[in-house]
T-cell receptor
Framework: QQQVKQSPQSLIVQKGGISIINCAYENTAFDYFPWYQQFPGKGPALLIAIRPDVSEKKEGRFTISFNKSAKQFSLHIMDSQPGDSATYFCAAPRGRAAGNKLTFGGGTRVLVKP | AAGVIQSPRHLIKEKRETATLKCYPIPRHDTVYWYQQGPGQDPQFLISFYEKMQSDKGSIPDRFSAQQFSDYHSELNMSSLELGDSALYFC??????????FGPGTRLTVT
């Protein structure tokens, strides 16, 4: 049973455009939602994360929007650049205890065209 | 800033051989996680350790074992390797329970 579902699977955006990736979760006990960025052959890098007590968090060109009632959260990449071309994963931890696994959402491959 | 260190970065083994992957967490991090990632797939959780004790367990084959040592580094031991074990293996570490930082990975190829 997949507890975190991500869409779209792939995305092509022009340089300067906005990339939007959505995630839906099922477990209402989830209370931390990170996004990871991964380049081919590299490890996932923690990009930005949000807790459900806020509806939006912004770091530079990256913004997370959170809708608790809909159990959805999304990543917006503003002014997308070719260097942003990567795979993006949303995730959620199983619980608060140390060592609890992350469940990933499937990934979205983003290609930013110059 | 110091990151997670994994060794070796690349490993080629034959079927039925054994492999040992090592992970050195970010200094002061007390929790280590192991993930396996196939081509075009999510990282899949294998196992984690907190303060040298197994904390959570995922879909780790019985042929695999892992441990965390007193200096907090961890090793993933893989025996009777199969072709399907070919993948990227990532170690992640954390101090707070949520923020997991991933290493560069070990690419294992089984021939």
């Amino acid at each position: 049973q997949q507890q975190v579902k991500q869409s779209p699977q792939s995305l092509i955006v022009q340089k300067g455009g906005i990339s939007i990736i959505n995630c839906a979760y099922e477990n209402t006990a989830f209370d931390y939602f990170p996004w990871y960025q991964q380049f081919p052959g590299k490890g996932p890098a923690l990009l930005i994360a949000i807790r459900p007590d806020v509806s939006e968090k912004k770091e530079g060109r990256f913004t997370i929007s959170f809708n608790k009632s809909a159990k959805q959260f999304s990543l917006h990449i503003m002014d997308s650049q070719p260097g942003d071309s990567a795979t993006y994963f949303c995730a959620a931890p199983r619980g608060r205890a140390a060592g609890n696994k992350l469940t990933f959402g499937g990934g979205t491959r983003v290609l930013v065209k110059p | 800033a110091a990151g997670v260190i994994q060794s070796p970065r690349h490993l080629i083994k034959e079927k039925r051989e054994t492999a040992t992957l090592k992970c050195y967490p970010i200094p002061r991090h007390d929790t280590v996680y192991w993930y396996q990632q196939g081509p075009g797939q999510d990282p899949q959780f294998l196992i984690s350790f907190y303060e040298k004790m197994q904390s959570d367990k995922g879909s780790i084959p019985d042929r695999f074992s892992a441990q965390q040592f007193s200096d907090y580094h961890s090793e993933l031991n893989m025996s009777s390797l199969e072709l399907g074990d070919s993948a990227l293996y990532f170690c992640a570490s954390s101090l707070l329970s949520y923020e997991q930082y991933f290493g560069p990975g070990t690419r294992l190829t089984v021939t």
